[in-house]
């Protein structure tokens, strides 16, 4: 594989976008006349570039408008809805907040309850006491912390991996292994339903882009074989998750992996939402396969942390040190993030067994969902996608779960392809019984037994 010679100017170099809002008018030339008559807009008129963004804005429909909400924790598995804005006590007729019931939380990525564990928390208070709340520098700076190396080390002997790099952000981390590995010679191929960081890492890339059929090898190895045949040197990347984060289906890793050391191509895995729970006592989908160049990994899901990193062979690590301006410029991850991150890995190797009930778990919610007349759910892991098609469908569905005293998010475009609107359900540990018993009464039933009913 050939690398491409470290650019410190810049990592990735932005290529020139055709759809700018704004387009700087040319300069005069020198001498013109520029008495010319030009009408120039009252200070009071919005400017142009405003106006498109608030035309943009109005184009969206209704259903695929956006809101924050806020949402405290409430216990080992609830969070807690703020009172909605204006909301009054008819009883006291006053304006005062009417504080709404806490929600189940099967909404949150919190899939082992390690963001509250007693261990986790201590270690990061600890680290918080220590180092202080950020690291306030970049690591090639003054960032870097005991902490950080002791993180990177023990990760790097669980996975089987030489070297591990830590970052502020998955997004981040996904942004650099694609611009490590790819430039604008590159063509990259990717499963149709990668995550948005990584196509974004794409662009910046400068790389071209096609995809192959969501977890088909055969598909993959049609797109490797005519590319070989047109241009046999030419650096080609292929990029996948082992656990997809919208659908809940596995990645059937060790095809992928044969196909891309067959053609001599790196193939990088976003691991995300399997470490912790999927694989050798947690280690991901990709544990074990030596063909595959990067792991991405974060902390914000089963680590119950923030932070993540990238983890590959000595030579990889070393071209993402000397090479990535993610890594290089920007604070280094928070101290006391790293160190819940470090506690948890420990919780996670000592108790392989949560992994496994909650493995259990999700097979009997998958069964009863299935025998409820909706589609079996996709996949193995914590996440059950249920489909309903419909964007008005899937946001009634979420209103009725939360009338229910469950919280489950309705997924749309275009987070997920156009009439693959659905409900994204997340196993936790921790969820009280008759959890289920709740959700199926408040789902009702599924297309296949309603189209059955007389």
């Known amino acids: 594989m050939q690398h491409p010679q470290p650019r410190f100017d810049s990592d990735c170099p932005q290529p020139r976008r055709r759809d700018a809002l704004i387009t700087s008018p040319p300069a005069p030339v020198s001498g013109a006349d520029n008495t010319a008559d030009h009408t120039i807009e009252p200070a009071t008129a919005e400017p142009p570039w405003r106006q498109q963004l608030r035309a943009s804005l109005g184009d969206l429909p209704a259903v695929r408008r956006r809101r924050l909400r806020s949402l405290a924790p409430a216990g080992a598995a609830a969070l807690q809805p703020a009172a909605p804005e204006g909301a009054t006590d008819a009883r006291a007729g006053a304006a005062s907040p009417r504080p709404p019931s806490p929600l189940l939380d099967l909404a949150s990525n919190d899939y082992l309850g390690l963001s509250r564990d007693p261990a986790v928390l201590a270690a990061a208070a600890a680290e918080l006491h220590a180092s202080g709340l950020g690291a306030t520098a970049s690591r090639l700076i003054c960032g870097t912390r005991p902490v950080h190396l002791e993180l990177e080390q023990a990760l790097a002997a669980w996975l089987g991996r030489e070297r591990v790099l830590l970052f502020p952000s998955g997004f981040q981390a996904n942004l650099a292994a694609v611009c490590a590995l790819a430039d604008r010679h590159s063509l990259v191929l990717a499963d149709r339903l990668i995550h948005h960081s990584l196509l974004a890492g794409v662009r910046a890339s400068g790389a071209r882009l096609k995809r192959f059929a969501h977890n088909d090898s055969a598909d993959l190895e049609r797109l490797l074989l005519s590319e070989r045949c047109d241009r046999p040197e030419a650096p080609l990347l292929v990029l996948c998750e082992s656990l997809y984060s919208m659908e809940g289906s596995a990645s059937p890793l060790a095809?992928?992996?044969?196909?891309?050391?067959?053609?001599?191509?790196?193939?990088?895995?976003?691991?995300?939402?399997?470490?912790?729970?999927?694989?050798?006592?947690?280690?991901?989908?990709?544990?074990?396969?030596?063909?595959?160049?990067?792991?991405?990994?974060?902390?914000?899901?089963?680590?119950?942390?923030?932070?993540?990193?990238?983890?590959?062979?000595?030579?990889?690590?070393?071209?993402?040190?000397?090479?990535?301006?993610a890594f290089r410029y920007t604070t280094a991850l928070a101290p006391p993030l790293a160190a819940g991150a470090l506690a948890a890995l420990g919780r996670i190797q000592a108790d392989p067994e949560a992994a496994s009930a909650l493995l259990e778990r999700c097979g009997r919610w998958r069964d009863a969902l299935e025998a409820a007349g909706w589609p079996r759910p996709p996949g193995e892991g914590p996440i059950l996608s249920v489909r309903l098609g419909d964007d008005t469908a899937a946001l009634a569905a979420q209103e009725r779960l939360e009338a229910a005293g469950l919280l489950a998010l309705a997924i749309r475009p275009p987070t997920v392809p156009e009439g693959t609107a659905r409900l994204r359900l997340v196993l936790r540990t921790g969820l009280p019984s008759g959890t289920l018993e709740k959700l199926l009464v408040a789902l009702g039933p599924g297309p296949r037994l309603s189209l059955a009913s007389p």
């Open 255 to 325: 095809a992928l992996a044969a196909l891309c050391a067959r053609h001599r191509v790196p193939l990088l895995v976003d691991e995300a939402h399997a470490l912790g729970v999927l694989g050798p006592c947690g280690r991901g989908l990709a544990h074990g396969i030596a063909s595959v160049a990067i792991v991405s990994g974060t902390f914000g899901k089963a680590f119950g942390s923030g932070g993540a990193f990238l983890a590959g062979d000595s030579l990889v690590g070393d071209w993402l040190l000397q090479s990535s301006g």
